[in-house]
Every structure is written in C-alpha cells, then in structure tokens.
C-alpha cells in the first residue's frame, strides 16, 4: 500500500479571528495548536485548491464537494472564515477569492523517512510530524483539480 506525504501552498496564515483553544500551552511550548475557529487570511495565492497553513488545511467548495461524493474516509469539514491582508489587496485586486471550507484530517499514521506504519486506514491522515497523508484514492480525487505548487513524495508501509 502507498500513501502519499503533500505539503500544500501556504498562502496566508492565521488571521485575528482564529481561535486556539489552548492558547496558554502553545505561548509556553507545551503543547500542538488546536484551533476551534479557523480564520485563514491570505497574503497571496497561485490558485491551487488545497492549501495550508500549519496544522490547517482548507479546500475550495469545489474540491470539498467532490470529496464528500466520494467514498474517502477519515475527514470531516467545518466552516473556514476567510479575509486577505493589505498585500494581497494591493498584489490582486481584481481577485475575487472562491468560497472555501477547513477540511480536517480525521486518521493518523506514523512516518519516519519514506516509510509509514501505523496506518489508521484512512483516506486524510495527519502524521507525527503534523504533514497531511493521503491514500491513492485521495490523490486521485485531488489531482482532478488544480495542485500546481503541491508537493506531493509517495511514502511505502513496512
């Protein structure tokens, strides 16, 4: 079985409405992120429909659509508020941004180099190392749309 290691296009970051829920432990270094309200605020963006901003991944409405027709398993999907900074304003003014929506990872796998085990069997899974991994089939359905400046390195099971 192959899964797949992507590392999609960071066009923005976190915007002033996100929400961390544990706010007091990522200050001190303890802990992951986790965000209960995404605001991705987008700075640039070359058009792909998968995008990331550590540990946050959202997808156009387009692409969500197509995933949620499928049978992929191991993601859930939540709202996602979107805004652009002065930069993107000022770099893309004719731009009128798609709707998107967070999609979250719901499986886990474990990666060291090229080689994962302890594979939840999920479509989307987070690794260890916070990368999102998907199945064949999963890349399938995203290669139908566009993923020009995705990464994407095929990782083997043992």
């Not at 995008?51 to 969500?64: D, K, N, Y």
């Not at 999102?132 to 749309?145: G, P």
Request: glycine share 6%; proline share 3%.
């Amino acid at each position: 079985m192959k899964l797949y290691e992507l590392e999609p296009e960071v066009a923005g970051g976190f915007g002033e409405n996100t929400v961390f829920s544990n706010l007091n432990e990522v200050e001190q270094k303890m802990g992951r992120s986790t965000i209960t309200h995404l605001n991705y605020e987008f700075s640039g963006w070359l058009g792909d429909e998968l995008l990331e901003t550590t540990p946050c991944f959202i997808v156009t409405m387009s692409l969500a659509n197509n995933i949620e027709k499928s049978d992929l398993k191991g993601y859930k999907f939540e709202d996602v508020e979107i805004s652009t900074n002065d930069e993107f304003k000022e770099l893309y003014p004719m731009i009128t941004l798609p709707e998107f929506k967070r999609i979250i990872p719901q499986g886990t796998v474990v990666v060291n180099s090229e080689v994962f085990h302890n594979w939840s069997g999920d479509d989307f899974c987070i690794s260890n190392n916070f990368i999102l991994i998907v199945s064949e089939r999963a890349l399938n359905i995203l290669k139908k749309h566009k993923l020009v400046y995705c990464d994407v390195r095929e990782i083997n099971g043992y």
